[in-house]
Structures are given as C-alpha cells and as structure tokens.
C-alpha cells in the first residue's frame, strides 16, 4: 500500500478549472480593449502611463510576495527563475525607456488614478496568502503576455518606435505562465486554502487595478 496518497486526480481537475477562469477572465479584458485608433492622444497616453505606473514598481516586488508566500520547495525555482530574469535583464528599466519613448511618464494624476486599486493588491499581497498569490500572479503574467501587442500598438500609434518592453514580455511570459500554474499545483497539495477562502481574491483585485489602468479614474466604463 503506499502511505503518498495526495488525491493528484482533484488536484490535476482543480488545476484545470482554474486555468480555464484565468484564461477566460485575461481574454474577457482583452477582447473588450478600445481600439486604440479610436481613442484620443490623451487616452493612448494615459494607458500607457497607468500601466507603466503599476508595473514599473510593483511587479518584482509581488514576485517577491510569492517567492516570500509558498511552502512548496518545487515552487521556489521557478519564481526565482522569473525574478531572476526581472533583475538581470532590468525590466523596470526597459519599462521606463519605453514610456519615455511614448513620451507617456506617469504624473501626478496617472499616479493617482490607480491608487485606490493599487493600495488594495498591496494590502492583498501583504497577506502573503501562497496558493492565492501564485494564482493572482499567474493571472498577471498571462495577461501581460496577452497585453503586449495591445500596448505596443497604443506606443505606436503615439509616434514611438521602441518596443524592447513589449517584444521582451510577448515571447518570454509564456514560459513564466506555465511555471507559476506548475508551482501552483504543488502548493495547492502541499498548503491547501481553508474552505472560506476565495482562491481567486488577487485575481479579483488585479482585474480591477487593469481596469482602472485602461479606462483611468473617469471613465464610466465597468469591469
Ligand atoms: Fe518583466
């Protein structure tokens, strides 16, 4: 008899099902886009800033969040593989030179337009929950992945020609992707959620940062 019963078949299902949410929620958002020849300067440049305004300091840190939240060593690699890549390669850095290019560096009122959802997946990851963050940042990198055309066309269409940030994060995220859903596996058998958990509560609270990334504080327009 063997004394390693871990259930894989709920947990391959599990696993599953929560990869179809994700990718249902990351195209809802991208299919849902304003073209971006239809929107004014300002609104192209306004994304543009929000975006890097959230990404530019926020992401390696929340990639800490979940190195510093699981339990599972198998998890571990694979998020220190994606830091790793974050640090060396400086992608804040490319972020900047890329909204600088769009001569779209946040202001003050880019700053303040997310600050509300901001502050809330702050707080969120605060909670260094393992099996919440490593969904929520699964979600995160499969929608930048998703978002990079998008952006890339709006830095475009605002006369720019430098892409290294939206070339980088088309290619590269995918693998991160899928890494995080591996880890996301064995941190779910290893460190289950209680039953009152929301397994998707970062997931939540990103999709409502994004939104208010791409329609800004006085848009009408709901998630
Ligand atoms: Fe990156």
């Known amino acids: 008899m063997h004394t390693l019963a871990v259930a894989p078949e709920i947990s391959e299902s599990t696993l599953a099902a929560t990869k179809t949410r994700l990718d249902q929620t990351i195209d809802h958002i ?3 886009l304003p073209r971006p020849d239809q929107l004014s300067s300002e609104q192209r440049r306004g994304m543009i800033a929000r975006y890097t305004s959230v990404l530019e300091g926020n992401f390696i840190y929340w990639m800490t969040a979940a190195y510093l939240s699981v339990q599972s060593e198998e998890a571990r690699p694979i998020i220190i593989d994606n830091l790793l890549e974050e640090v060396r390669d400086s992608h804040p850095a490319m972020l900047r030179k890329f909204a600088i290019a769009a001569d779209a560096v946040p202001t003050k009122e880019d700053t303040l337009a997310v600050h509300e959802e901001l502050t ?15 969904v929520a940042m699964a979600f995160f990198e499969g929608f930048i992945q998703k978002f990079m055309a998008y952006l890339a066309d709006l830095a475009i269409a605002q006369g720019s020609s430098e892409l290294e940030y939206t070339d980088v994060h088309g290619v590269c995220d995918i693998a991160h992707t899928e890494g995080l859903i591996q880890a996301l596996s064995t941190e779910m058998t290893l460190s289950p959620l209680g039953p009152d958990a929301n397994m998707f509560e970062g997931v939540e609270l990103l999709e409502a940062l994004l939104n208010r990334v791409v329609y800004g504080k006085n848009s009408a327009v709901a998630a």
Not at 123 to 134: E, I, P
């Open 30 to 32: 991208i299919v849902s």
């Open 120 to 134: 809330s997946a702050r707080l969120f990851f605060g909670k260094l929950s393992g099996v919440q963050t490593l």
